[in-house]
């Protein structure tokens, strides 16, 4: 078993920035693709980004690209979102989850293997 805890969230105005942590107890995390979702108050949740298990290979959502970076430091069992220029659109639970090995692992799957518990980011206009 894997648990994930992400960290990092938090108020920021429009045009700033945030870094997400999603930190991996308790398995394998070197093992998996890992990746960030998002849902805000009364949408589905939405996909951010994913990296693959060695941090080479990294996929984005549309919201997310050119603005959003996902790496890991599989020695710190550790995977990241970096997310620059934020908006109030971004204003969401983010999620981290693990699944799979491959960036194709991870988005083709129907349910994802593990998941955390979330981090609050609020971006005021």
């Known amino acids: 078993q894997v648990q994930l805890v992400e960290s990092g969230g938090g108020l920021v105005q429009a045009g700033g920035s945030l870094r997400l942590s999603c930190a991996a107890s308790?398995?394998?995390?070197?093992?998996?693709?890992v990746g960030w979702f998002r849902q805000a108050p009364g949408k589905e949740r939405e996909f951010v980004a994913v990296?693959?298990?060695?941090?080479?290979?990294?996929y984005y959502g549309d919201s997310a690209k050119g603005r959003f970076t996902i790496d890991r430091d599989n020695a710190k069992n550790t995977a990241y979102l970096q997310m620059n220029n934020l908006k109030p659109e971004d204003t969401a639970v983010y999620y981290c989850?693990?699944?799979?090995?491959?960036?194709?692992?991870?988005?083709?799957?129907?349910?994802?293997?593990?998941w955390g518990q979330g981090t609050q980011v609020t971006v005021s206009s």
């Open positions: 989850a693990a699944h799979g090995s491959s960036t194709t692992d991870f988005i083709g799957a129907p349910s994802l293997t593990f």
């Open positions: 308790g398995g394998s995390f070197r093992n998996y693709a």
């Open positions: 990296v693959n298990w060695s941090g080479t290979s990294t």
